[in-house]
């Protein structure tokens, strides 16, 4: 008994030590996470004779340079906050009561180094995973999601509801610009919520949210649903093309505008072919990670301000209906992806409710 409670508090008792142990506590749930979707990741692989295909460091370059630009934009973007908007008399010392109160703490140097380490190893083992899906399980599902996506909508493809309000080269190529930009969103949410330390327990249940629907909708489930999308759906299908037209008009306007999801598309299909292992590679359809992880940054918005839940909106129904318009996804994509979101999102915020390290300190009762 008295080893097991020595293993639950830390070794050194001291201040520093306290809030490093808290840090990690508070990380405990994502890290155990993450090492089943690390397991799952070396032991699948063997089992389908996939062992070329196992990678744990193919972000790590990209996402620390990404570090350093964000951490410079911030040091920036906070001294021109700090001017312009609070205006203080004593500029410098405000400057270094903010980095020595808020920034320069334990809980967000710690908590930051932490995620920093580990999220590139979330999309690592992820991209691995879906260039390996073809191989696991082959594409079988298009014909039957294209189906049910004109039966859901009247008879009436989703992209040819949408054309007549989208289609236009100019529209086609703000859509496009939006929908290419998710990963710049995506990298400034999560060092922003690295680093954060306004809300512990809203933090993690983004992490956590963010670990479980990479790994359980974007692997997972899309490894059962495997499905390349309406942009391959005559390659994969060898059936007549309903989407022959959508991506007749997206070439069209690529002549005039710059729709630069076709030249990623084109490179897909050859990473398709070919088999190799790289960054942001792999088909997969079903169900949508674009609208997945749209919804998550929404759900994380309207926690934070009402203000940047609105903006954060309009952001999701950009995507929803560009990978709609691009040719990326059927419509049912995202209806499979957002309740699958908003369930996990839900169970992962109760999940931390009942873990005393988000517990809130209760006021001291005055003195009698």
């Not at 080893?3 to 050194?12: A, D």
Request: neutral net charge; charged residues 15%.
């Amino acid at each position: 008994m008295a080893f097991i409670q020595s293993l639950s508090r830390p070794v050194l008792d001291n201040r520093l030590a306290a809030e490093l142990w808290l840090v990690l506590r508070r990380h405990a749930w994502f890290l155990a996470g993450l090492a089943v979707f690390v397991a799952a990741g070396q032991v699948v692989p063997r089992l389908y004779g996939l062992e070329d295909y196992i990678r744990l460091s193919l972000y790590q370059d990209a996402l620390l340079a990404m570090l350093v630009f964000y951490l410079i934009a911030f040091v920036f973007g906070h001294l021109l906050f700090v001017m312009l908007i609070k205006r203080p008399k004593r500029l410098i010392a405000q400057l270094v009561r903010d980095y020595k109160e808020r920034f320069l703490t334990v809980e967000c140097l710690a908590g930051g180094a932490l995620m920093v380490a580990l999220t590139p190893v979330i999309f690592s083992v992820f991209t691995s995973f879906k260039i390996m899906i073809p191989r696991i399980n082959p594409f079988s599902w298009d014909v039957a999601f294209a189906e049910w996506d004109a039966a859901l909508h009247g008879g009436i493809a989703p992209w040819e509801l949408l054309q007549p309000l989208l289609g236009y080269p100019a529209v086609t190529e703000a859509i496009n610009f939006g929908y290419h930009a998710w990963v710049l969103l995506l990298n400034v949410i999560m060092f922003w919520q690295g680093f954060s330390t306004a809300d512990a327990k809203l933090r993690m249940q983004f992490f956590l949210t963010l670990l479980l629907t990479w790994s359980l909708i974007g692997n997972l489930a899309a490894t059962l649903l495997s499905s390349a999308g309406p942009v391959y759906f005559g390659a994969v299908t060898g059936e007549p093309d309903p989407f022959a037209p959508l991506m007749a008009y997206l070439r069209e306007a690529a002549e005039t505008h710059y729709i630069p999801a076709l030249k990623v598309q084109e490179i897909l299909w050859t990473n398709y072919q070919t088999g190799g292992v790289e960054q942001a590679r792999g088909i997969s359809a079903m169900p949508s990670m674009h609208v997945s992880s749209s919804l998550l940054f929404l759900l994380l918005g309207w926690r934070v301000h009402r203000l940047l839940g609105w903006a954060l909106s309009g952001f999701f129904v950009l995507i929803l209906v560009g990978s709609v318009h691009l040719g990326w996804h059927y419509a049912i994509d995202a209806y499979v992806a957002i309740p699958l979101t908003w369930l996990i999102w839900h169970l992962a915020g109760r999940l931390l409710d009942l873990d005393p390290a988000f517990a809130r300190p209760q006021p001291e009762a005055p003195a009698r």
